[in-house]
């Protein structure tokens, strides 16, 4: 089952809703189920969904609404180099970080950084940002885990932790400039719920850029691939903080495009995850 956010004609706020089977959507909104962080926060989700599933509401198509963020105020925060991938790419970005991006892959503490406050995360079909002071720009296509105000896993979205190359490898304390901006995190279409990690670790991620119509990068990983546990992540993400509202955690890329590769404005950026969909950004400078 997939929850989303969505506008459309019938009201001008932003409803909730549960995705079944093909494009139908039952809004959720219309039978009174209208904030997501409570939702999230129901003692049995998935039956919860269920039950919802049957209820007199309304039904949209999805060509019929825009798809909003599946956030509310959920922080997202990130988790990096938690794929060989990543890490290797790293040590070749810096010279004067290498050995922090090889220490932290096999360190008992895992890298987490805070990526983006909910509210300024872009939807699919929105535009995600590359700096105006960067040269060497990435998206970083990353399954997110979704945890409610109780600290429980309750689904899974796709994120784009957009990437400042130049930025982070020219000195790692320039991180959060690298990782933080305006348009830097994308999430998005769905949030699946009711699947284990055990399922979710059979999904794909795969990564499409497209210039001017034509395909100028494709990748792909699965999430099996991941070093850490979501339980580990999970537990690193929770010490000694708190979120009210609950949170997001992108758990890292595993499909880096080789050195010579930049985003440039225009470029259309495709993400699937095989157990939630698509989400499709287009880029612009920030
Ligand atoms: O320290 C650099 C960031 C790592 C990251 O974002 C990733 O591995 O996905
Ligand atoms: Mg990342």
């Not at 535009?127 to 997110?144: F, H, M, Q, T, Y």
């Not at 395909?215 to 992540?233: D, P, Q, W, Y």
């Not at 930049?262 to 989400?279: C, F, K, M, N, Y």
Request: aromatic share 8%; hydrophobic share 40%; charged share 25%.
């Amino acid at each position: 089952m997939k929850l989303c956010r969505f506008r459309s004609a019938h009201r001008p706020w932003p409803c909730l809703g549960l995705l079944t089977t093909g494009n139908t959507l039952v809004d959720l909104s219309s039978v009174g189920v209208e904030c997501l962080t409570s939702l999230l926060d129901s003692p049995d989700l998935v039956g919860r969904l269920q039950a919802l599933a049957q209820a007199p509401a309304r039904r949209l198509q999805l060509s019929e609404v825009t798809l909003l963020t599946p956030v509310e105020q959920q922080e997202v925060w990130a988790a990096g180099v938690t794929y060989l991938r990543s890490k290797t790419a790293r040590m070749e970005e810096s010279d004067f970080s290498a050995t922090a991006y090889d220490r932290v892959y096999d360190a008992p503490r895992p890298e987490i950084f805070f990526k983006a406050l909910g509210e300024k995360t872009v939807a699919t079909g929105g535009e995600v940002g590359i700096r105006a002071d960067s040269k060497w720009n990435v998206p970083e296509p990353e399954l997110a885990l979704v945890f409610n105000t109780r600290r429980e896993l309750v689904g899974y979205t796709i994120g784009n932790d957009m990437s400042s190359r130049d930025i982070e490898g020219e000195n790692l304390l320039y991180l959060p400039q690298a990782k933080t901006y305006r348009a830097s995190c994308a999430l998005g279409p769905f949030i699946t719920v009711g699947a284990s990690e055990a399922e979710a670790r059979e999904w794909t991620i795969g990564v499409k850029i497209e210039r001017d119509g034509a395909e100028v990068f494709a990748g792909e990983t699965g999430v099996g691939k991941i070093k850490r546990s979501f339980e580990e992540l999970a537990g690193w993400l929770h010490r000694s903080q708190e979120f009210p509202r609950g949170a997001v955690l992108l758990t890292g890329t595993g499909v880096v495009p080789a050195n010579e590769f930049t985003l440039a404005v225009g470029d259309v950026v495709r993400i699937r995850i095989s157990g939630i969909g698509e989400l499709v950004n287009r880029v612009a400078v920030v």
